[in-house]
Nanobody
């Protein structure tokens, strides 16, 4: 599976960004998809995931109510809508795919990773 993330950039605190991750190489409808992020000098942390059928989503406490994960199976793409951004949301954001279909909150739950897209939130 190849994953291509895009949509990062520089935004002021309180603003919004929408990240996209296009997948290829496997039937998209069999994949659970997740977003993680890694701030400078820190570990890669779970942000959100969505199951293969879109029926289940899960969010980290730090983004609950501000971020929304969604998927468009016709476009083989998963999205992360980020609202009310804070400086502490600054990080490289990575999308990931789980062949098992259900995702999870751990790095080891995923089989494939995209290259990352940088989000910078200024105060």
């Amino acid at each position: 599976v190849q994953l291509q993330a895009s949509g990062g950039g520089l935004v002021q605190a309180g603003g919004s960004l929408k990240l996209s991750c296009a997948a290829s190489g496997r039937p998209f409808t069999t994949l659970a998809m997740g977003w993680f992020r890694q701030a400078p000098g820190k570990e890669r942390d779970f942000v959100a995931d969505i199951s293969w059928n879109g029926a289940r989503t899960y969010y980290a406490d730090s983004v609950q109510g501000r971020f929304t994960i969604s998927r468009d199976d016709a476009k083989n793409t998963v999205y992360l809508q980020m609202n009310s951004l804070k400086p502490e949301d600054t990080a490289v954001y990575y999308c990931a795919a789980d062949l098992g279909g259900w995702g999870g909150g751990e790095i080891n739950d995923y089989d494939f990773w995209g290259q990352g897209t940088l989000v910078t939130v200024s105060s």
